[in-house]
T-cell receptor, first 113, second 111 residues
Framework: EAGVAQSPRYKIIEKRQSVAFWCNPI?????LYWYQQILGQGPKLLIQ????????DSQLPKDRFSAERLKGVDSTLKIQPAKLEDSAVYLC???????????FGSGTRLTVV | RKEVEQDPGPFNVPEGATVAFNCTYS??????FFWYRQDCRKEPKLLMS???SGNEDGRFTAQLNRASQYISLLIRDSKLSDSATYLC????????????FGSGTRLQVQP
């Protein structure tokens, strides 16, 4: 079974620039999550999709972050404009249902300089 | 108060030792509980689910105490390959179903 695919693996941008991350979940997984993991901390949920609808985006900084999952499969997460404190690993995960364990992608390591 | 609290460690133990990690969670409505393992610069991977009756998977034993809102992980006969960060994870319960992660406990098994 193919895992969760994410790209790019690494990204370095200057503050105030924009950046986008892409995620392709495991086939058949209806639920998709984006997490932010800052060094030394556990992953923190940014947004949860069920098919193409948003279930929870309460912790998404909506003034600069946006995410979509238009056809209920792939998803993109965008940051515009980036700040230094956005430097983190952005992890995409998917699951069959909302009470199941997740499978994570390998993440995108973002450095904002 | 953090939703999921863990001792950050690090726990430095010799090979063959038994080590236990503890975790507390604040949301009494949480329904699902897990331990994840995260190697340095890698993504978290599911180690095991945690059930009310307690469960075992080889050298790993997980326990859940709903009354005290407490989860534990016991690793017996530690191997060098067990060195990693162990994340305590709970489902957010009513209103937020996504998993909430603790900050992790770092384990270093030494030869």
């Amino acid at each position: 079974e193919a895992g969760v695919a994410q790209s790019p693996r690494y990204k370095i941008i200057e503050k105030r620039q924009s950046v986008a991350f892409w995620c392709n979940p495991i086939s058949g997984h209806a639920t998709l999550y984006w997490y932010q993991q800052i060094l030394g901390q556990g992953p923190k949920l940014l947004i949860q999709f069920q098919n193409n609808g948003v279930v929870d985006d309460s912790q998404l900084p909506k003034d600069r972050f946006s995410a979509e999952r238009l056809k209920g499969v792939d998803s993109t997460l965008k940051i515009q404009p980036a700040k230094l404190e956005d430097s983190a690993v952005y992890l995409c995960a998917s699951s069959i249902g909302q009470l199941d364990g997740y499978t994570f992608g390998s993440g995108t390591r973002l450095t904002v300089v | 108060r953090k939703e999921v609290e863990q001792d950050p460690g690090p726990f430095n133990v010799p090979e063959g030792a038994t080590v236990a990690f503890n975790c507390t969670y604040s949301n009494s409505a949480s329904q699902s509980f897990f331990w994840y393992r995260q190697d340095c610069r890698k993504e978290p991977k599911l180690l095991m689910s945690v059930y009310s009756s307690g469960n075992e998977d080889g050298r790993f034993t997980a326990q859940l105490n709903r009354a005290s809102q407490y989860i534990s992980l016991l690793i017996r006969d530690s191997k060098l390959s067990d060195s990693a960060t162990y994340l305590c994870v709970v489902n957010g319960g009513t209103g937020r179903r996504a998993l909430t992660f603790g900050s992790g406990t770092r384990l270093q098994v030494q030869p």
